[in-house]
């Protein structure tokens, strides 16, 4: 999330103080890493989750920590660069219950946001999705996924350098994967078909590896602070009809 740390406008005035720590998160780990490396090299982590998270959501009001979906819900989990923006665009959908934002598809326990940006912990941010799929299906969530960010652009998006940028499809269900993979393989052949590159999303089943929710003041960022850091990176490419 560089740019976000040097833009020069008016939105930071409406930001709450911001720690050392993330203003520079790789300082105290070195160079942004762009690889993922082995688990055993990854970070300690803490068994507990050292942070109190509210008990709302502030813009939908039901509850923030949803470990388990309510009757007749699904749960599913984007990573699609920066987690702020990408959980403004789906608590704006019609049908989806609750959002929150967090790390997933890491090895490290309970990482911080400073852990996480280190790229010693292997998450990338994410983005968790409880829907009603009678209302929004779970292949309109995957579409609008490719279409707000670039699927195309490995360890990044835009000027946001990192594995913890990476594009990632958590599924929950074997339902879930199957139109995962079938709406990727659509989408890169109509990317492939505009001579564009190829999609490096990450596909995996999201009980390899835990999703853990960030910092409170990431949960609805967008929402307290409305002209905070939002990353507009995307291939510009409606998904085909």
Same mark, same amino acid.
């Given at each position: ?66 470990? $388990?979906?309510?009757? +007749?819900? #699904?749960? &599913?989990?984007? /990573? *699609? @660069? ?101 709406? $990727?393989?659509?989408? +890169?052949? #109509?990317? &492939?078909?505009? /001579? *564009? @590159? ?44």
């Amino acid at each position: 999330m560089e740019a976000r740390r040097t833009r020069r406008d008016t939105r930071r005035a409406s930001r709450p103080p911001t720690p050392a720590s993330r203003r520079s998160p790789t300082v105290l780990f070195g160079r942004k890493q762009t690889a993922l490396i082995e688990p055993e090299q990854t970070l300690p982590g803490r068994s507990e989750r050292p942070w109190h998270l509210a008990e709302k959501h502030l813009v939908l009001g039901t509850p923030l920590v949803t470990d $388990t979906a309510p009757a +007749g819900h #699904e749960v &599913a989990i984007f /990573g *699609l @660069g920066c987690f702020w923006g990408a959980e403004e665009i789906y608590w704006q959908l019609p049908g989806v219950w609750s959002t929150s934002v967090g790390y997933a598809g890491g090895t490290t326990p309970n990482p911080s946001y400073e852990e996480v940006c280190s790229g010693r912990t292997n998450h990338t941010e994410a983005v968790r999705v409880v829907f009603d799929p009678t209302v929004v299906s779970y292949a309109d969530l995957v579409k609008r996924f490719f279409e707000v960010h670039d699927p195309t652009q490995g360890m990044r998006q835009g000027n946001d350098v990192g594995t913890q940028y990476r594009s990632a499809i958590y599924f929950t269900t074997p339902e879930q994967e199957q139109v995962a993979r079938e709406l $990727t393989d659509v989408y +890169g052949a #109509e990317l &492939a078909r505009r /001579g *564009l @590159g190829a999609i490096t999303t990450e596909i995996r089943p999201a009980a390899e590896t835990p999703y853990y929710y960030a910092e409170d003041v990431h949960q609805q960022y967008l929402h307290k602070n409305p002209y905070g850091y939002r990353c507009h990176a995307n291939t510009g490419v409606p998904f085909p009809a």
